[in-house]
């Protein structure tokens, strides 16, 4: 199962972006679907999550400028980030789980999102 993402890009603080990630299998839905975050010299971090159900788990960091959505049939995933500040700069990976087992987990090859003027 692939996870291929786009999206990022250079953008200035206070700028957008939307990320998009999409797998390549169908026919069965990812229990959660979300985004991490990688900054130089950090440990990757949870940005967003949802589930097929349509609960939703945020980071405080990013509550009130991103917004998760997806759309399940597709198992693909979505992050509108708003007022992006240069902490935000990071490489973004899109993270499905669930899909054929309750342990399983599969990963994109990751997006780089800079903010800088």
């Known amino acids: 199962v692939q996870l291929v993402e786009s999206g990022g890009g250079l953008v200035e603080p206070g700028g957008s972006l939307r990320l998009s990630c999409v797998a390549s299998e169908s026919r069965f839905s990812f229990v959660g679907m979300g985004w991490y975050r990688q900054a130089p010299g950090k440990q990757r971090e949870l940005v967003a999550e949802?589930?097929?159900?349509?609960?939703?788990n945020c980071s405080d960091s990013v509550k009130g400028r991103f917004t998760i959505s997806r759309e399940n049939a597709e198992n693909t995933v979505y992050l509108q980030m708003n007022d992006l500040k240069p902490e935000d700069t990071a490489v973004y990976y899109c993270n499905g789980r669930g899909l054929f087992s309750r342990g399983d987990a599969f990963w994109g090859q990751g997006t780089q999102v800079t903010v800088s003027s």
């Open positions: 949802t589930t097929s159900s349509g609960s939703i």
